[in-house]
């Protein structure tokens, strides 16, 4: 069992190896106490709309590729924003405003199959959702071809929505145990202040783009 899950949120120049064992114990002991459980959202499915992008003027659109809302569990809506190729990522629920995401990777992208939402004790606490990617030139990466699991934090949880980890699914095995155990982890992620991390081993695309983009490796 890939069991670094609840240590992501921790630096150790700022704290001490006790201090990591300590909470990695608790966080586990508390994960032990809860039911976590996982529900999905199909992107073709009938719990998601597609919307055609907005016009600037007649006969003229935004740069805005349309946008694909889904309903996911306890009133939870995601929706992916298209750009130029790329997904800008949404969150928003019934009980506040959408938060908007930045761009999630310089390659082209392409979302999909299907929104993973995990549950403790069935509130939302992350959704993860995979991503084909490539189109990317780039030193060792030229032509590269990518397939990446990202973990969002859900809003609601004390703050709000972001990153918190990418898993490739190409370079590990069991990606999907993986990033259902940083998933897990994600309500203890400080939004803001913990830096989003790449998971496991990274194939050269992914971990040229997470070096792009300011991503740690763990």
């Known amino acids: 069992m890939f069991n670094t899950g609840p240590a992501f949120f921790m630096h150790p120049s700022i704290r001490s190896v006790a201090i990591a064992l ?4 608790a966080v586990a002991t508390f994960a032990e106490a809860m039911e976590m459980t996982s529900t999905y959202t199909k992107l073709d499915g009938p719990d998601c709309a597609q919307k055609a992008p907005p016009k600037t ?3 003229e659109y935004s740069l805005e590729e349309g946008t694909l809302v889904c309903n996911g569990p306890k009133g939870f809506t995601a929706t992916i924003h298209a750009y130029d190729g790329r997904s800008f990522m949404q969150f928003g ?24 939402w995990r549950l403790h004790d069935g509130v939302p606490v992350a959704m993860i959702l995979r991503f084909k990617i490539g189109g990317l030139s780039a030193p060792g990466v030229k032509d590269g071809r ?56 990274v194939t050269p695309i992914v971990a040229f783009e997470a070096e792009s983009l300011g991503l740690d490796r763990l």
């Open 93 to 116: 629920d019934d009980f506040g405003e959408g938060e908007m995401l930045g761009r999630t990777f310089m390659s082209f992208d392409m979302p999909g199959p299907a929104m993973e």
């Open 22 to 25: 300590t909470a990695f114990f």
């Open 146 to 201: 990518g397939n990446v699991l990202v973990i969002h934090r859900l809003p609601g949880l004390g703050g709000p929505a972001c990153h918190v980890a990418w898993v490739d699914a190409i370079a590990n095995k069991n990606a999907n145990e993986m990033a259902r155990e940083v998933a897990d982890a994600a309500p203890s992620f400080r939004c803001g202040t913990d830096k989003p991390h790449t998971f496991g081993e």
């Open 57 to 59: 003027g007649e006969n």
